[in-house]
Structure formats: C-alpha cells, structure tokens
C-alpha cells in the first residue's frame, strides 16, 4: 500500500490547516482582545466551534487510523529515530485532544457557552486566568506548536535531505 486512506488525507490537511489558524487566532487576536472589547464574543464564538470542530475531526480521524490499512512504518535506518517519529504522531493526536479538552474546561467553567452562545446576559470573566484550565491551555498549545515545528522539520528532513517522497503518502493517489 502506498497511500493512507482519503479520507484520512482529508482530515490531515484540514486539521492542518484548522490548527494552526486555531493557535494563531487564540495566541494573537484572543489574547490581544480585552474581554470588555464587544469583538470578543465574536473571536470567542469562532475559535471555541473550531475547537469543537477540530475536535470531532480528530477523533474521527484516529478511527479511521486504526479502521484502515496504512502503509508501512518509515524506515530511516535508526530505530531510535523510527520509534520517536511513531511516537510523535500518538502525541500530536493527545495533546491536540488535551488542547481540546482543555478549551472545553475553560467554558465550563467559565460559564463561555452561554455567554458567548446567547442564552445568557452574563458579561465576559475579567480575564481566564483565574480559572485552572487556563494555565493547561497555554502550556499545552506550545507543546503543540513544539511538536508541529517538529512534524514540520521532519517533512524537511524527508523532502529534501532523504528525498524519499514520504509525503506522497499523505496526499491523494492509488492505494495500492
């Protein structure tokens, strides 16, 4: 088999792309945006459904992982290296699940989803930093963006040191 399954290409590159508008729009304009600012709410309203999103795609795309045939394991000839590019992948599937996961325990406890929802008149917390999962949140998304610059620098690695097209197995194309 040279390809992974389609609909799991489909995903990566959505999820892809999802995810780092996700880190850019939480890291720049949320935390750039007063939460007395009106313009919040909006912000608010379009990262936490693409977090829920970006959730539901995931999950969806670790079933498929697992239901699917996939093309063997790379093999770069050093089995430290193969083990912690397996490993790896596990984590960007966790820590984007525990990013998730996180965002949802600051709504909740927050009270974000009917504020930012409208079924409450409630106003915005005076910042989040005084709830728990906060602080997760943050120190998660840069483990997150640890390990795309990882996944990203891999690519690299594979595309123009080893130039074993390793990437055409992510894109479209026979399965064979």
């Known amino acids: 088999m040279k390809n992974y399954h389609p609909l799991l290409v489909t995903l990566h590159w959505l999820l892809a792309v999802m995810i780092l508008v996700g880190l850019v729009m939480g890291g720049s304009v949320l935390s750039a945006t007063a939460n007395s600012n009106p313009?919040?709410?909006?912000?608010?309203?379009?990262?936490?459904?693409?977090?829920?999103?970006?959730?539901?795609?995931?999950?969806?795309r670790l079933g498929v992982r697992f239901a699917t045939k996939s093309p063997p394991p790379a093999d770069i000839g050093n089995n430290l290296l193969n083990k912690l590019g397996a490993i790896t992948h596990y984590l960007l599937y966790?820590?984007?699940?525990?990013?998730?996961?996180?965002?949802?325990?600051?709504?909740?406890?927050?009270?974000?989803?009917?504020?930012?929802?409208?079924?409450?008149?409630?106003?915005?917390?005076?910042?989040?930093?005084?709830?728990?999962?906060r602080a997760a949140h943050g120190i998660i998304s840069k483990?997150?963006?640890?390990?795309?610059?990882?996944?990203?620098?891999?690519?690299?690695?594979?595309?123009?040191?080893?130039?074993?097209?390793?990437?055409?197995?992510?894109?479209f194309g026979k399965r064979m």
């Open 39 to 60: 313009d919040k709410i909006f912000f608010l309203k379009m990262h936490m459904s693409a977090g829920l999103v970006i959730l539901i795609f995931m999950l969806i």
């Open 94 to 133: 966790l820590i984007v699940i525990l990013m998730s996961a996180s965002g949802l325990a600051i709504a909740a406890s927050a009270g974000l989803f009917e504020i930012v929802f409208g079924t409450s008149s409630a106003i915005l917390p005076v910042n989040f930093d005084e709830f728990p999962p």
């Open 143 to 171: 483990i997150l963006m640890l390990l795309i610059a990882g996944h990203i620098g891999a690519f690299l690695y594979h595309q123009y040191i080893r130039k074993d097209k390793l990437l055409s197995r992510m894109w």
